[in-house]
């Protein structure tokens, strides 16, 4: 059966080589498939973390051109801004009637963000997760591939699905998770991330990237020369005080570089100490040249295209609300709400 794919991203930023290996490239594929796709920019969502206008219409344009020269296809895919639905936050009004609370304040990014501090946090902060639901269960996704933080919100829709269709009758497909999506080690070795200052910036020189990797790139602490043997696999026992091995080069390795996952040719010089870090640094930077040389060609190319991306939006939004329209018009009228 073809699925319906969904995932949303927030326009706090530009892609990272994480983002790009880790979901946007899962979002080719699915793309590639045949099933119906749904990408779409989260910009209400962004509200809740920035407010500045010119960052907020910078920030989706540059993020619909990376997912565009990273092969998403307007043709095949629904590139969308969230905001170009305003059937969106209308059933996420709708659902956050059937909302309980103690949910919501259960969610963790809640507990972190809201919970504990000042009053001042804002109620778009709250319903975070039921405007998501709303997104969710809005097109009827029934694949939604986010990462390990989401999973929690993705449960929620989950939830709330069953509560409208309990009460309503069955309205709502539930949504399965993807959450199998690559993490990728950044700099120091943690996931990579927008605001940890470990990522690496797709755009950036590949000579750049190489002088990162070579300044920054965390190893194998006990592999200190060259022919030393060194441990590819980061251990870590926080029990024990254990964190050992080769922190963000060989996981890198394992997801970029052609062969290795099958083959484990690095792995062995490493443990072998026929390869130095200083080498096995240069052959990661030429697995992540493989693969951004073409993307950067795409995305220059793209750089001045502004009129084009509005255009892909204002498509995407007009067939994102086709689908989208109908269910929450059934829900409107389920819950006794008709528009007069
Ligand atoms: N909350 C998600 C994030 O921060 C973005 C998002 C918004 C999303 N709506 C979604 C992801 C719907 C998947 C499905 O990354
Ligand atoms: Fe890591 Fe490569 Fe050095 Fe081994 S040789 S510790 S895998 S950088």
Redesign the pocket.
């Known amino acids: 059966m073809s699925e319906i794919v969904l995932s949303g991203i927030r326009a706090t930023g530009k892609l990272h080589f994480g983002n790009l290996m880790g979901a946007v490239q899962h979002f080719v594929r699915f793309q590639g498939r045949g099933d119906t796709c749904l990408f779409f920019v989260a910009d209400l969502h962004t509200l809740t973390t920035l407010q500045d206008p010119d960052d907020m219409r910078r920030n989706l344009r540059e993020i619909v051109k990376d997912y565009l020269a990273a092969g998403l296809d307007p043709q095949q895919s629904i590139l969308y801004a969230q905001s170009s639905v305003p059937e969106i936050p209308e059933l996420s009004l709708l659902l956050s009637m059937l909302q309980p609370l103690g949910d919501l304040l259960r969610i963790p990014t809640f507990k972190e963000k809201v919970r504990g501090q000042d009053e001042s946090a804002t109620l778009g902060l709250v319903t975070y997760p039921v405007l998501m639901a709303a997104d969710i269960l809005g097109p009827k996704a029934t694949l939604v591939p986010v990462g390990e933080d989401q999973v929690p919100n993705v449960e929620l829709a989950r939830r709330l699905a069953h509560i409208f269709n309990a009460r309503f009758g069955e309205t709502f497909v539930i949504p399965s998770m993807m959450d199998e999506m690559v993490k990728v080690p950044g700099l120091d070795g943690a996931k990579m991330g927008k605001s940890d200052g470990n990522a690496i910036d797709i755009n950036a020189p590949i000579s750049e990237i190489s002088t990162l990797y070579k300044k920054r ?1 965390v ?2 602490p006990k ?1 200190v020369r060259a022919g030393d043997p ?3 696999y980061r251990t870590v026992d926080i029990a024990k005080g254990v964190d050992e ?2 922190r963000s ?2 996981a890198v ?1 394992e997801l970029i570089t052609p062969g290795e996952k099958e083959g484990r040719e ?2 062995d ?2 443990r072998a100490g026929t ?3 200083a ?3 240069e052959r990661l930077v030429g697995s992540i040249a493989a693969i951004l040389g073409p993307f950067q060609e795409k995305r220059a190319a793209l750089a001045n295209q502004d009129d084009y991306v509005i255009d892909v939006l204002h498509e995407g939004g007009k067939r994102a609300r086709v689908l989208i329209a109908p269910t929450v018009e059934a829900v409107r009228e389920k819950m006794g709400v008709i528009i007069y």
């Open positions: 790139g190893t194998d592999k060194g441990n590819p091995g080769c080069v060989y390795h690095i792995a010089e490493c390869i130095g870090c080498d096995c640094k």
